[in-house]
C-alpha cells in the first residue's frame, strides 16, 4: 500500500517562504501525475498545483507565480516551494498520487 508523507509545514510571516516536501513510499511514484490540495478551517478542500510524470507544472491562478512544484523521482518526493506568502494560503496541503492521499501538513500565515 501506497504511503504519503508531507513535511515542511510551519508558522509564517506574510511575504515569508516554506518548501513543503511529499515523500512516497512504494516504486510506482514515478508513473504518476501528483498533486498539491490545501484546505482551510471551514472550506472546501481546493486544488493547488499538479506536476506531470514529465515534469509539466500547473497551478491554481491563486498561486501560480509564487509557489513552484518540481519532483525528484529517484527519492520518490514532491515538493511545493511557497514564496510570497499571504494570509489567504493558510491551510493544511496534502499531497495525492492514484488515490492515495497523505496525512497532510499545516501551513499558517500570520503576522
Known amino acids: 500500500q501506497v504511503q504519503l508523507v508531507e513535511s515542511g509545514g510551519g508558522l509564517v510571516q506574510p511575504g515569508g517562504s516554506l518548501t513543503l516536501s511529499c515523500v512516497a513510499s512504494?516504486?510506482?511514484?514515478?508513473?504518476?501525475?501528483v498533486s498539491w490540495f490545501r484546505q482551510a478551517p471551514g472550506k472546501e478542500r481546493e486544488f493547488v498545483a499538479h506536476?506531470?510524470?514529465?515534469?509539466?507544472?500547473y497551478y491554481s491562478d491563486s498561486v501560480k507565480g509564487r509557489f513552484t512544484i518540481s519532483r525528484d523521482n529517484a527519492k520518490n518526493t514532491v515538493y511545493l516551494q511557497m514564496n510570497n506568502l499571504r494570509f489567504e494560503d493558510t491551510g493544511t496541503y496534502f499531497c495525492?498520487?492514484?488515490?492515495?492521499w497523505g496525512q497532510g501538513t499545516q501551513v499558517t500565515v500570520s503576522s
Open positions: 512504494g516504486s510506482i511514484f514515478s508513473l504518476y501525475l
Open positions: 495525492t498520487f492514484g488515490g492515495n
Open positions: 506536476i506531470s510524470t514529465g515534469g509539466d507544472a
